[in-house]
């Protein structure tokens, strides 16, 4: 039970994972006379709730630790709980005297198989971490990883603790990144022009890198130093020790994959660049491990030669077609207006007809050196397939012939289809009392994936894109760098505390519909891809 601690931080973990489900307002009631009801509610420590509305009324007061109504039995309670660092989504609270019983309900419209979870955190750090392995970067470490367990003499034991160390590095970094920036700048980070540009920079300098111009290593004195520290150890400090070694090694290939993934992260809450990390060291580490518990195993692996040469300009021309995704987000933000979205889509098409253009090349030169082996040749066609058929996808999206929905994630966000827009709240507003016209306030984000995702899946539909002209539609971009009203407060930074303070939310996309008098009209609509769902939302009263 040398390392029973190990087991606990893992059980510790997987609490943490569970603890993502909040319900800080706990509510109890009893019957009372004349088909009234009494309840209470108390709130956990740090938190508080901002009721919204009982029944028809508005309320918008906020209350600490307890709260004591009388309602009918058939009223529901909105409300928003939130601590100093984050709000949760409006929910619903309604009793029923026929079940003496309490129903908490999320918000109405959420597609819940569609919605930003930690399981796809989790996911996508896994496919990171799969990635990586195979990056030119990672590769040569099997031989130094080898060589360590038959030096040491491997075995089970060793193996399984040199897998949790490398899981327990990487889970560091992202417990790390969140205690560095805190828990109520997350979102705001992975929206951050700057840092968007900065990732854009990052990429472009890597990509450079794969196509041979430069080689990005860390100095190579600091993993000789501690590959050779780590062999004159013994027990977990030196399994602990060859893991960094491994991870100082990889860092040219894994940083951006790591970047991107804790900036996406990011987007969600605070646990997610933990779970992320842990997704993400779980596929790293798990051939490691294996590789440690059988050393043997190195003589069936291929070796490194042109293979790795080819994934480098593969991966180059990707990142390179990626890093336009950052400078997308800093160039609307600050609305410098110098990637239009027309320019983001010749440049993907370009990206990967270069793509298809090398491999075809390479083709060639292995039938004219008579090299050509089954297994090579089947992965440079199929490449050469995929890249090829995508430029094909976007080349239409170039003078917006189609919305090319499979990367509306990256794309710079496409105008709203509808007569009567508007980017600031006010005007929207006295637009909509001038035509007696309902109003529907869409939170959106120049850095946020989903609202692009919805644009691209519902808003387009034809469906409701005739029902939008019912209403007038307000977006505002919460992330907008561009004007300041007359106190010197960015319009995005304002339309982020009206989403805050005014719908208890801050999560993009948020749909909220409003009366013509400014009320909220039923629950709002967050994020989803289905346009049905949200068809349904825009037409209820």
């Known amino acids: 039970m040398k390392h029973r601690w190990l087991i606990g931080c893992l059980l510790g973990l997987a609490l943490t994972v569970q603890a993502d489900i909040l319900t800080p307002v706990h509510w109890s009631g009893v019957p009372a006379s004349n088909n009234q009801v009494r309840l209470i509610a108390r709130m956990d420590s740090s938190w508080h709730m901002t009721l919204i509305s009982i029944g028809d009324s508005a309320i918008g007061e906020d209350y600490y630790d307890t709260y004591t109504c009388t309602v009918q039995s058939t009223d529901t309670i909105r409300y928003v709980a939130c601590n100093d660092v984050q709000c949760l989504a409006p929910e619903t609270y309604c009793y029923h005297t026929s079940s003496h019983s309490e129903v908490s309900e999320h918000t109405i419209g959420t597609d819940t198989s569609n919605s930003p979870s930690l399981w796809a955190i989790f996911l996508l750090g896994l496919l990171g971490g799969l990635l990586a392995i195979f990056t030119p970067c990672v590769w040569p470490v099997i031989p130094m990883t080898v060589s360590f367990f038959l030096h040491r003499g491997g075995g089970k034991r060793d193996a399984i603790l040199y897998g949790l160390s490398i899981v327990i590095i990487y889970v560091g970094l992202g417990v790390l990144f969140t205690a560095i920036f805190g828990a109520s700048a997350l979102n705001e980070l992975s929206t951050n022009a700057y840092l968007n540009l900065f990732f854009f920079v990052l990429f472009v300098v890597f990509s450079l890198s794969f196509f041979g111009l430069f080689e990005i290593t860390l100095p190579a004195s600091w993993a000789t130093a501690i590959d050779r520290y780590s062999r004159q150890k013994s027990g977990w400090v030196s399994l602990l020790l060859m893991a960094f070694t491994l991870v100082i090694v990889s860092f040219s290939c894994t940083g951006p994959i790591i970047g991107t993934l804790l900036v996406e992260a990011a ?16 596929a790293l580490a798990m051939p490691f491990s294996l590789l440690a518990l059988f050393p043997d195993a190195l003589h069936r692996l291929p070796k490194s030669g042109e293979w790795i040469s080819g994934l480098k300009v593969t991966l180059a021309f990707i990142e390179l077609a990626l890093s336009l995704k950052f400078l997308s987000v800093a160039d609307t933000a600050y609305g410098w207006g110098i990637l239009p979205r027309w320019l983001f889509f010749l440049l993907w ?3 990967f007809a270069g793509l298809a253009i090398y491999h075809i090349a390479g083709i060639v030169r292995l039938f004219r050196h008579n090299q050509t082996s089954p297994v090579r040749l089947a992965i440079k066609l199929a490449i050469v397939l995929c890249s090829l058929a995508l430029s094909g996808y976007l080349l239409p999206a170039i003078w917006g012939a189609t919305d090319a929905k499979l990367v509306a994630a990256f ?13 600031d709240f006010d005007e929207g507003m006295a637009y909509a009392k001038q035509e ?11 850095g946020c994936v989903n609202c692009r995702k919805m644009e691209a899946y519902v808003l387009t539909d034809e469906r409701v894109k005739e029902a939008l002209t019912e209403y007038v539609f307000i977006e505002l971009f919460v992330d907008s760098r561009q004007d300041e009203n007359h106190n010197g407060i960015l319009d995005g930074e304002e339309f982020s505390r009206l989403e805050r303070e005014q719908f208890g939310s801050n999560a993009q996309p948020l749909y909220i519909k409003l009366n013509v008098n400014g009320q909220p009209i039923g629950t709002p609509m967050a994020y989803t891809t289905n346009p049905d769902l949200f068809l349904q939302w825009l037409q209820e009263n």
Do not use: Q, W
């Not at 992320?276 to 779980?282: D, E, K, P, V």
């Not at 794309?411 to 980017?423: L, T």
């Not at 007696?436 to 120049?446: C, M, T």
């Open 267 to 282: 987007s969600m809450n605070f646990l997610a660049p933990t779970i992320g990390m842990l997704g993400f060291a779980l």
């Open 349 to 351: 098409v370009l990206c």
């Open 411 to 423: 794309a710079p966000p496409k105008p709203i289809e509808s007569k009567s827009v508007f980017h």
């Open 436 to 446: 007696n016209k309902r109003i529907l306030v869409d939170f959106s984000g120049y």
